[in-house]
């Protein structure tokens, strides 16, 4: 081995290095996603299998139309998307607390919440595929756009920004449980009641009174109302805050939730 | 500043009922080798594992560096550098990549990593294999990318989890130069190893350990006495020689004992230094006997146990 060098250090002020080992991670985490594209199929066939389904299925039956209805549901069926890709990053890094890589992050001098920053920073990416994928499938089924693409890109990165903020819930579940089967199982269990109970296939009015109070509160409605008024150019009402004050409410419960669950699996 | 680099007091762990370390104490000076020497199951990895603040002990305590595992963990941190017993590096990102990543994660600026990255990757003969998925490496290319990779940082301390194990001799005698070099550039190493001769090979002290207790610390001349020494194993060319042999082995072995036929045609007898050796090869020289078969052996962990515990065996499944 050479002499010992006198290596160049970066700066050691605290807040500056959590972002950048955060940033190198989340280089990581692309690399993988680069590397392992097929990780990504399920999550960009899925909602265009449900697309089909509900258009050409039931599209007669609930809007008396199918064109009427790939407008109404596509939005939708983003939120849904969103929400299911979240469930892949619990069980992603619930595996891969199981491999030797984060027995080496935890005996690196880095804090111990950048390798799960990175994660989820990481699928940045993977939400912005989905997204536009589902996006380009809806057009060729004959979804257009009623606003202008300034408004349209804003519902999209809502969209984005949602996903990465719920899957804080499901990096705390991907913490806590001991196989990715059960965080798989769970995830399930609460994103698909999410999306049911909520006005992604059906407009609220249709609902039975008592599930209508539920659908009011949920985060994936308001996440749908806000899509469906910045991509049709209908009234978007209070629904952005709504969405925006769940985001920021995953964050600030599950983030600490899920970095306190991390500390304690070692 | 302290000159013992690891120091551990009292160390205990118990998972569930299993009860991995009872009480376990070590200390390695600055500048040596540490072996820490046990079969399946001893706690050996248990001991790493918190030294290296990947685990809490639940009684005891461990400073590395001066600073405490677990109060001080972040310093002791940047002090270390682990090689697991199991491969800790991104299996998708390429041997380089690794490497680089974490230089950056240890604050290297980003060409200064990459130059570390170069470097390592040529020490440990990786370069020709440095842009393909760490996944496709062969075992061997496997354990070497992860020492290297704890090496990034330039560590005072490093911890080596069995790290020659499933690998062929001859890249076992490269990982031993390889420790010896990291120790004469002023690294300290803790290694854990199955292999007594591996441990006599390369440290200056050696700990063993049984169901988490420490049951023999010492210098590897000091246990080699006490467990007996060395066997001198030797095949006269000509069977008819055989009765010779023995004569002049039991001459240079410890006590005269005479020898013991282990296999068909081969003697042994007990030996207590090297010295035997040569002084064998001379006689037998003298006495015109030619040997097809002649070599010394330590003895195995399983005979060291036996003589140290007195038990035939610890655990049933060590090799
Ligand atoms: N996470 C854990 N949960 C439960 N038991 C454990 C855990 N880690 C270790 N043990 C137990 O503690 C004991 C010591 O294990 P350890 O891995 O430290 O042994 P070792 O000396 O490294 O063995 P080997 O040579 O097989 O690597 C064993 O009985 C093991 O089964
Ligand atoms: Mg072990």
């Known amino acids: ?266 | 500043m302290t000159d013992v680099m690891v120091e551990a007091e009292g160390l205990v762990k118990r998972f569930g009922e299993t009860r991995a370390l009872q009480g376990v104490d070590l200390a390695v000076p600055r500048g040596t080798v540490h072996g820490v020497l046990g079969p399946n199951g001893a706690g050996k990895t248990t001991a790493v594992r918190i030294l290296s603040t990947l685990l809490r002990p639940d009684a005891g305590q461990a400073r590395i560096a001066g600073f405490d595992v677990v109060r001080d963990a972040e310093k002791v941190r940047s002090r270390i550098g682990l090689t697991g017993q199991y491969a800790s590096v991104d299996e998708d990102l390429t041997g380089r990549q690794n490497l680089v990543l974490f230089g950056t994660l240890l604050d290297l600026r980003k060409s200064a990593a990459k130059h570390r990255a170069k470097e390592l990757l040529e020490w440990f003969d990786l370069t020709e294999a440095a842009d393909r998925p760490a996944k496709t490496y062969s075992g061997g290319m496997r354990r070497r990318l992860d020492l290297a990779a704890s090496l990034v940082g330039r560590p005072d301390v490093i911890f080596l989890d069995e790290p020659t194990t499933g690998l062929d001799p001859s890249k076992r005698e490269d990982m031993w130069q390889v420790v010896r070099t990291l120790v004469r550039d002023g690294s300290t190493v803790l290694l854990t190893t199955q292999y007594l001769e591996e441990a006599e090979a390369l440290a200056d002290e050696i700990t063993v350990i049984d169901h988490g207790r420490v049951i023999a610390n010492d210098t590897p001349e000091q246990l080699k006495r006490i467990v007996g020494g060395q066997t001198l194993e030797v095949r006269p060319a000509d069977p008819a020689d055989l009765e010779k042999t023995g004569l002049i082995l039991a001459s240079v072995a410890t006590n005269q004992k005479p020898a013991e036929m282990t296999r068909k045609g081969v003697l042994a007898v007990p030996v207590s230094g090297d010295e035997a050796l040569t002084e064998s090869v001379a006689r037998l020289a003298t006495a015109g006997i030619v040997v097809t078969e002649l070599s010394m052996h330590l003895p195995s962990l399983d005979e060291v146990f036996f003589t140290l515990t007195g038990r035939k065996d610890t655990e049933g499944n060590h090799k």
């Open chain 1, 1 to 266: 081995m050479t002499a010992i060098a006198v290596q160049p250090l970066k700066s050691q002020f605290k807040p500056l290095r959590l972002v950048r080992h955060s940033l190198e991670l989340t280089k990581r985490s692309l690399i993988k996603t680069w590397r392992t594209p097929e990780a990504l199929i399920d999550v960009t066939v899925q909602p265009a299998l449900f697309l089909v389904i509900f258009v050409y299925i039931f599209g007669g039956a609930i809007a008396g139309g199918t064109h009427e209805y790939l407008q109404f549901l596509m939005p939708g069926i983003l939120a849904q998307t969103v929400a299911m890709g979240a469930i892949s990053i619990g069980v992603n890094l619930n595996n891969d607390l199981e491999k030797g890589i984060f027995d080496r992050f935890r005996s690196l001098p880095i804090a111990r919440s950048a390798p799960l920053i990175g994660a989820v920073l990481g699928d940045v990416v993977r939400y912005v595929i989905v997204t536009i994928s589902t996006f380009a499938f809806a057009y060729l089924m004959g979804f257009r756009i009623h606003a202008s693409p300034l408004h349209a890109i804003a519902g999209c990165l809502l969209a984005v920004l949602f996903g990465v903020c719920l899957s804080w819930a499901l990096v705390f579940v991907g913490m806590l449980v001991r196989t990715s089967g059960a965080v798989q199982g769970i995830g399930f269990l609460v994103i698909m009641p999410l999306t049911f109970a909520s006005n992604v296939f059906v407009g609220t009015f249709t609902l039975p009174g008592w599930m209508q109070g539920f659908v009011k509160v949920n985060p994936l409605t308001h996440l749908v109302q806000s899509m469906r008024g910045l991509f049709l150019g209908t009234p978007v009402g209070n629904h952005v805050w709504w969405t925006l004050g769940w985001c920021a409410a995953f964050v600030i419960v599950f983030m600490p939730l899920a970095l306190a669950a991390y500390r304690k699996k070692v």
